[in-house]
């Protein structure tokens, strides 16, 4: 059996209508030397059965069939655990891809072996495939190379769908962590800034689809993910002043948890996510801006 150019990892769990359009848009490539690795997380019968029947379809296609877990994490890497290509390439069960997205950015990397992971621009899609909003949404930047510092700061935005990076390097950074239930997608990317600079391409090249479905809706869970995500960089972080950089942003992290926490009528939970923030943050005078918008007595 040959060698696949590129190991396609999509998790799902339901969501037919739109794995539909996500799995058409794999078939749709322009670039044909992959195979796509379905990570199905206890969906119900109907999506079973269309995954049953797109394995039987298509030879390039496998479905790994996984009990039903939540975590998103750990379906793609029991997906990776699977994976043979050059490349891995990650697609969640409602995005899209263009049909010239594995080549390009395959091209690229093969081009600039020093750069062993590539991420693209995006577009945001509605639920019915239409542009979304883009309001008070951050701009993308183009930002290569040495990209940990930009992925701590927010400034180097990598939409998961738009990753394409070498499977040994993904292995050696360990893939996805199972217990970073929130961000666990940018605590990969910096894992492997940490081991490798990056390309990037100035297009669109994949779609995310924006609705109330979305994974991350759960604001007090995301802020505590990020939280744990500063404090884990603080403990790779390779020089000082960018382990000071990780607490600053722990801390900044933790006023917006505690903040939270309040709103959720978790009082005596906001009070300790405060004094938590407070060991990493009261020497920092951006720490300090930041408590005014802070209450911690319920409303």
């Known amino acids: ?57 298509h030879a390039q296609v496998q479905v790994l069939w996984l009990p039903h877990s939540g975590n998103p994490a750990a379906s793609r890497n029991a997906a990776l655990r699977l994976a043979r290509g050059r490349y891995v390439a990650f697609l969640d069960s409602d995005d899209l891809w263009a049909p010239d997205k594995l080549e390009k950015q395959a091209a690229q990397l093969e081009a600039s072996p020093a750069r062993r992971w590539s991420y693209t621009r995006v577009r945001r899609i509605d639920e019915r495939g239409a542009p979304a909003s883009e309001a008070g949404v951050r701009p993308w930047k183009r930002i290569e190379g040495a990209l940990f510092e930009a992925l701590l700061n927010l400034e180097a935005l990598v939409a998961t769908p738009s990753v394409v990076a070498e499977r040994t390097l993904v292995e050696a950074a ?13 605590d990969l990317w910096l894992r492997l800034a940490l081991r490798s600079e990056a390309a990037a391409l100035d297009a669109p090249l994949a779609s995310v689809r924006v609705h109330g479905d979305n994974y991350s809706q759960d604001r007090v869970g995301a802020h505590a993910g990020w939280v744990r995500l500063y404090s884990k960089m603080a403990g790779l972080a390779a020089t000082p002043r960018l382990r000071d950089l990780c607490r600053r942003h722990q801390a900044l992290s933790g006023l917006a948890l505690s903040a939270g926490l309040r709103h959720a009528g978790r009082p005596a939970d906001a009070a300790r996510a405060f004094a938590a923030s407070a060991r990493h943050g009261w020497s920092h005078a951006s720490w300090w801006q930041r408590i005014a918008g802070v209450k911690l007595r319920p409303a």
Request: charged share 25%.
């Open 1 to 57: 059996m040959s060698v696949p150019r590129v190991s396609v990892i999509l998790p799902t769990y339901n969501r037919l209508a739109h794995l539909r359009e996500s799995v058409a848009s794999v078939l749709a490539q322009t670039c044909r030397d992959w195979e796509l690795i379905i990570a199905d997380d206890g969906s119900d019968e109907i999506t079973r059965e269309f995954l049953a029947a797109l394995a039987e379809a």
């Open 174 to 186: 360990g893939g996805f962590d199972e217990q970073q239930r929130f961000a666990e997608d940018y």
